[in-house]
């Protein structure tokens, strides 16, 4: 079972910068993948940005160009450096863990990501 831990949300200005965290533990080594998700009040919940072990990256093109996925294989972390944020960008973001590609089953708990004058 793995468990992940996110940290790294708040309350940020327009045009300004945060960074996400997560941390994964437990039985890690089924982890082929890991990444970012958000869900905004009333939209469904979308991917932002997806990195597999061997470093295989996706982004989703509304955050194409502002934020960057980072990974640590050894300490099974992923990070999210969100920059030049906006508006649109508030929402909670959760970490999320894949045991095959492009299949997320373990989620964290959410991180609420403000964007506000």
């Known amino acids: 079972q793995v468990h992940l831990v996110e940290s790294g949300g708040g309350l940020v200005q327009p045009g300004g910068s945060l960074r996400l965290s997560c941390a994964a533990s437990?039985?890690?080594?089924?982890?082929?993948?890991m990444g970012w998700y958000r869900q905004a009040p009333g939209k469904q919940r979308e991917v932002v940005a997806t990195?597999?072990?061997?470093?295989?990256?996706y982004y989703a093109d509304s955050v194409k160009g502002r934020f960057t996925i980072a990974r640590d294989n050894a300490k099974v972390t992923v990070d999210l450096q969100m920059n030049s944020l906006k508006p649109e960008d508030t929402a909670v973001y959760y970490c999320?863990?894949?045991?095959?590609?492009?299949?997320?089953?373990?989620w964290g708990q959410g991180t609420q990501v403000t964007v506000s004058s």
């Open positions: 999320a863990a894949g045991s095959s590609p492009g299949s997320y089953d373990v």
């Open positions: 437990g039985s890690t080594g089924s982890i082929v993948s």
């Open positions: 990195k597999t072990n061997g470093g295989i990256t």
